[in-house]
T-cell receptor
């Protein structure tokens, strides 16, 4: 079975631009979470979506938004990119909103210049 | 608010030596604890978890961790490491009440380097 998939693998953007990252969860999983991992740090929680609704949000500005589609895939959007947004963006899926185990994808490496 | 402290940012060891990676957490409610491993340029892989029951949990590749509620710790151990264990290890906590099990809070990670 395929694990969590993310696209693209790498991305280079300029300050002020907008970016969209995509995630497909493990088959049968209905919950998707997004994390930001800055170099040298642990991942930080951005969002969780379950059944197309936002169930949790971390301490990130409104420039960050996300959505979940009927097939449970998800997109993370970041507007007005800053240099500090350069990071590895990780998507994790779990069976449902009460599942404690999260399974991570390979991530999207975003570089903002 | 929950928090996780990994006391060592880097741990160098020789092959076949034992290793312990330390993790302490802070939370006001019951917690669920995890260790994830990250190999270079990859995502996170779940190594082992404590949800309930026995406080000693084991992984399939020889790692084990013990949940110690009184010391709020969840240290990771392996009696004999291999070169292939070289990776970054992250301890994480998920709070387990009030429906707030949706997020993991991670420590800053410990880089384990196994030398020949």
């Amino acid at each position: 079975d395929a694990g969590v998939t993310q696209s693209p693998t790498h991305l280079i953007k300029t300050r002020g631009q907008q970016v969209t990252l995509r995630c497909s969860p493990i088959s049968g999983h209905k919950s998707v979470s997004w994390y930001q991992q800055v170099l040298g740090q642990g991942p930080q929680f951005i969002f969780q979506y379950y059944e197309k609704e936002e169930r949790g949000r971390g301490n990130f500005p409104d420039r960050f938004s996300a959505r979940q589609f009927p097939n449970y895939s998800s997109e993370l959007n970041v507007n007005a990119l800053l240099l500090g947004d350069s990071a590895l963006y990780l998507c994790a899926s779990s069976l449902n909103r009460r599942s404690y185990e999260q399974y991570f994808g390979p991530g999207t490496r975003l570089t903002v210049t | 608010a929950q928090s996780v402290t990994q006391l060592d940012s880097q741990v160098p060891v020789f092959e076949e030596a034992p290793v312990e990676l330390r993790c302490n957490y802070s939370s006001s409610v019951s917690v669920y604890l995890f260790w994830y491993v990250q190999y270079p340029n990859q995502g996170l892989q779940l190594l082992l978890k404590y949800l309930s029951g026995s406080t000693l949990v084991e992984s399939i590749n020889g790692f084990e961790a013990e949940f110690n509620k009184s010391q709020t710790s969840f240290h990771l151990r392996k009696p004999s490491v291999h070169i292939s264990d070289t990776a970054e290890y992250f301890c994480a906590v998920s709070e387990g009440s009030g429906g707030s099990n949706y997020k993991l809070t991670f420590g800053k990670g410990t880089l384990l380097t196994v030398n020949p």
